[in-house]
C-alpha cells in the first residue's frame, strides 16, 4: 500500500513551518471550540444565548431599514449579473449610507459597528446581490480598515481611516499564480532601498477583489530572509500601498462563472517606492497579520451564507406550496419535504452559530480563530448544499435563468444566479480542506503545547525531562477525565427539551477529545498528513458547536416567547440529524476507504486508467 505521507510534496516542509512561524501562538483568551475539543463545556461561553445590547441593535435595525429600502430601490442584482457592472449610482448611495466604514470605528470618521451588526447587514446584502457584498466585504472584512485597525499605527489609521470610510475602495493582495493555499513560494518582492527608508516592489498579483479600482492595497512582499539558529527565514512584510504611485497596474479582469459584477484582477507592480512608514506591523510579520486578519474577516463569509440560505427556504417554501404535480403540492411529497424539513433546520443551526460567534467578537474577550473557521466551513458547506437542494426543489426552473423566466413573466426566482454566485466560497479566505487543516493545528495547540518540547530534537536532556513530567502530570488528570462521563446538563436543566443533546455533546466532546489524543499519539509528528482522519474530526467538531448554538438559541427564543415552541423543534430536529452524521462519522474514523482511494488517486495520476477517459471530445 502507497504510504499517504507522499501526498505532502518535496516544498512542503519549508510550507509548514513558514505557515507555523505566522501562527498566532499565544490563546490570551478563552475559546469555546479550543475547550470543546480538549472535551471540556465551557457552558458560561454558550448559554444563555447573548443578547444584542439594546441600543446597539437599534443602531442596527434603523441601518438595515435604510440598507434595505436602498438596495429594493436603486440596486438590481440580475442586471449587475448580466452586465457586469455595479453602477456608479448604487456605489454612491452605498458611500453616502456609511457602508464602507462600517467596521472603522466612529473616531475615524466610520459607523463603528459592532460585528453582530456588520454581521446583520452583510447578512442581508447576502440574500440579495452577492456582488454587492463582495464590494463590501472584500473592502472591509480583508481589506486595508481591518489590518489597519488591528496593527497600523496611530499615523497610519489617521492617514487612511477616514477616507477609507469615505468610500475610497481598498483590496488585500496576497495570491499569486503559484501561491494559493501556500504562501512560501511568494514571489512578489520587496527590496529595501535608501538605507532601508524606501522599499521597491516588484511582482503580481492574482485574483485581487476590488483590485482593479482600489485606491489603497495592502500588499504582502517577500522581504529579505533573516538567519535563525544558522537556517535562513523567510520574510513576508505587509505594505500600504497607494494606487497613484507609479509602476502599479491592472493588468487583467478576471471574469468568473458567477459574481459577475465584481471587480478582480491581476495587478502588476514593477519597481514601486513604498517608504518604510507604509510597512503595517513590522517586517517578516506580514503573513502572520494575514492570518489573523482574516481570523474575524472571514465572518462575512457565514454571514453572506446565512443570508443566501434565508432566501432559499423563502423560495422554497413559496414553490414547494404553488407548484402541484402529481395530485398535490411538491412540498407534500415525501422526497422534497425531508429535503425542506431538514433544510430549515440547518439554516436555523448556521443563524444560530453565526449571531453566537459574532457575539462572541464582540465580547473581545474570547480567543474566537476556531469559532469564525468553524462558522466559515460550516455555512460555505451547508448554504452550497441548500442551493443545490432549493435548485432541485425548482425543477428546471432552478436551472433557468431569472431573465428567461422574467421574460416568460413568472416569479423569477434567481436560484441559478445564486448557486453560481456563491460557490467561491468553499474556495475563498481558505478552501474547505485548508480550514479541516487550520482548524486541525489550532485544536491540537492545547497538546501541542504540552509535547513540543519532547518533539524538538534541538531541546537538552534536561529541558525534555522537565517537559516530559509536565506532560505526564497533565495527562494524568486530564486523559480519565476524558472517560468519565460527568454531565453538567442534568434532567431538568435550563435547556428543558433540549438537554438530552446537550448531554449528547458533552459525551461526544470527550470522545472527540480522546480521538484527538489517540491520533496525536499515533502518528506523532506525521498527524498533519492524516487529512482525511483530521478532516472527520473537525466536522464532528462543527456539529459540535452547531448543535451547542442551535439549543441555546432556541431556548433563548423559547424563554423570550414561551407561546412559540417553532425554535426548539427545529434545533432538535438539527441535532437529530447531527447525532447521526457524528455517530457515522466517529466510526468512519477507523472504518473507511481512504487508503484504497488514495492509491487508486495515484494511479490515475500515473495514467493507468487512461481507457476510463476514451471516448469523449
Ligand atoms: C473570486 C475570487 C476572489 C478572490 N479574492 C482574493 C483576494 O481578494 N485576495 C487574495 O489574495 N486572493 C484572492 N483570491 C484567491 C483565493 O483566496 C484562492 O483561490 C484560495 O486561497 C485558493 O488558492 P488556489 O486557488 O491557488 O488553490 P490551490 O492552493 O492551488 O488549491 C487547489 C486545491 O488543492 C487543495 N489543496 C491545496 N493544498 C492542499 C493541502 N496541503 N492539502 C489538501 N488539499 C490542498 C485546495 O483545497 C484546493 O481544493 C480570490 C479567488 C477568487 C476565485
Sequence with gaps: MMAMESMIGKGAPEALEVTE?????????PSLVGELFMGRLRKDLVSPYPEQDPEDRQRGDAFLEKLRLFSREHIDPDAIDESGILPQAVLDGLVKLGCFGMKIPQSYGGLG??????????????????????????????????????????EQKKRYLPSLAKGMISAFALTERDVGSDPANMKTTATPIEDGKAYLLSGEKLWCTNGPVAQIIVVMARTPSVVVRGRERKQITAFIVERSWPGIESVHRCDFMGLKGIQNGVLRFTNVRVPKENILWGTGLGLKLALITLNAGRMAIPAACVGAAKRCLEITRKWALERKQWGGPIGRHEAIGVKIGEMAATVFAMDAMVGLTSALVDRKTIDIRLEAALSKLFCAENSWRIIDETMQIRGGRGYETAASLRARQEDSYPVERMMRDSRINRIIEGTSEIMHLFIAREALDAHMQLVQSLLDSHQSLPKKLTASLKAAGHYALWYPRQWIGVSWYPHDSAMGPLSGHMRFVERASHRLARALFHSAVRYQTRLALRQQRLGRLVDVGADLFAMLSACSKATALVRLQPSEQSPVELADLFCRLARRRITQTMHSLSDNEDQRCYQTAQQVLANRYAWLEQGVL
Excluded at 512561524?21 to 483568551?29: F, I, P, V
Design 21 to 29: 512561524a505566522a501562527r498566532e501562538t499565544s490563546w490570551r483568551y
Design 113 to 154: 459597528f459592532s460585528q453582530t451588526n456588520y454581521n446583520r447587514a452583510i447578512q442581508l446584502l447576502g440574500s440579495y446581490c452577492g456582488a454587492t457584498t463582495v464590494w463590501l466585504s472584500a473592502h472591509q472584512s480583508i481589506g486595508a480598515p481591518q489590518p489597519l485597525m488591528l496593527f497600523g499605527t496611530e
